[in-house]
């Protein structure tokens, strides 16, 4: 995939671009709405023999709008987004900066230049797609805003037990840490990889050694606390309990949550390794316990809870 980023005004002339058909949107989760909308786009592409192209945007609009500084909080950051599309199969990712400028764009100007300008003879975009000054282009009005007819297919929404499927939904399920949730809404499995790094070599005097993670990117993590997870190593799967916090009973610090997984049946050194977490169900909060014992007779209660989840 070509991931091609762009700013208002891009320097790209259309006759050096082929003929594509492109999903239009913000994107933030892939999740199953976003597929559908993409995965549409590769069809019609495949089809018509056409290049495949999503069109999206950085930062979120909210940022330059609401003056929120760059601290919202994505699902998928930039590279996760651009991993995830790739993976749908599209050709080729445009990333349109979203600044001040981009935002006074008007609507009939956003398609000569982003649409038209880029080739694009056939636009997929969600029902509820808006673009241009004050968000004044959508579904609705696309046609009459065009300088020049092309293809535009819009796609419903898609709802989950009577409610749209959207990203700040899936937000609020992760932060309530209903993972399984998350997981159907996404379509595919709340995960996280990392490295990992040496702890406090106190797990293993208690009989239960973790694994602790140093995560290769930014992550939007589900409420702190105690899981059941799978864990990937090397290909193999494995099941396991992850604890997502600040081990209070050891520590004073709240401010930078730690990951650490338990591997049941396993006993290697990890030292180093890249390992996968897929959160699976959320089991107990995170709490200060009085003393060592106390902390391992919970673990042990933690297993059979687990084990037994999995069986
Ligand atoms: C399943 C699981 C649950 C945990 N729950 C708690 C907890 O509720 N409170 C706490 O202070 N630490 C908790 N911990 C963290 C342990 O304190 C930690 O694993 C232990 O101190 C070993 O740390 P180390 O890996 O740095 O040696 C939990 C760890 C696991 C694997
Ligand atoms: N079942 C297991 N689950 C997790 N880590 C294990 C397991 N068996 C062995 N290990 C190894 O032991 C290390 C964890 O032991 P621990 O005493 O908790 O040390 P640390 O505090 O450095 O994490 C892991 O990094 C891994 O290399």
């Known amino acids: ?3 091609i980023p762009l700013t208002y005004p891009h320097q790209l002339s259309k006759e050096n671009l082929p003929a594509t058909v492109a999903a239009i949107g913000f994107f933030d989760g892939i999740h199953k709405g976003h597929q559908k909308v993409i995965n549409q786009a590769l069809n019609i592409a495949h089809n018509t023999h056409k290049q495949s192209a999503v069109i999206t945007f950085d930062p979120h609009p909210s940022v330059i709008l609401k003056g929120k500084i760059e601290d ?4 998928t950051p930039l590279e996760e987004k651009a991993e995830q599309i790739e993976s749908l199969g599209i050709d080729r990712l445009y990333i349109i900066r979203f600044d001040r400028k981009l935002s ?3 609507p009939e100007d ?13 636009l997929v975009a969600g029902y509820d797609f808006t673009f241009g ?11 009459e805003l065009l300088p020049e007819p092309i293809e535009v297919t819009m796609i419903d929404k898609i709802n989950f037990k009577d409610q749209k499927i959207s990203s700040s939904r899936i937000r609020e399920s992760i932060l309530a840490g209903k993972v399984e949730e998350a997981e159907t809404l996404l379509g595919r499995p709340l995960q996280l990889t990392g490295e990992v790094i040496h702890g406090d070599k106190r797990g293993r005097t208690i009989g239960y050694p973790t694994a602790n993670l140093m995560l290769d990117k930014p ?6 606390g105690v899981y059941a997870v799978e864990v990937d190593i090397d290909g193999n799967t494995y099941f396991g309990m992850a604890n997502l916090g600040y081990k209070p009973t050891f520590s004073e610090q709240r401010l930078d949550p ?3 997984v338990h591997i049941f049946d396993f006993d290697q050194n990890l030292y180093g390794q890249k390992i996968k977490v897929i959160w699976k169900q959320f089991i107990r909060e995170e709490v200060k316990f009085a003393g060592i014992d106390q902390l391992i007779s919970q673990l042990k209660q933690d297993e059979m809870k687990i084990r037994q989840y999995f069986s």
Request: glycine content about 6%; proline content about 2%.
């Open 104 to 106: 006074q764009l008007a």
């Open 110 to 122: 956003f398609l000569a230049h982003f649409i038209i300008g880029l080739n694009v003879d056939h």
């Open 133 to 143: 000054f004050k968000g004044a282009g959508n579904m609705n009005n696309i046609d």
């Open 72 to 75: 919202v909080q994505y699902l």
């Open 258 to 260: 730690k990951i650490e």
């Open 219 to 224: 992550y939007f993590l589900p409420k702190i």
């Open 1 to 3: 995939m070509d991931i």
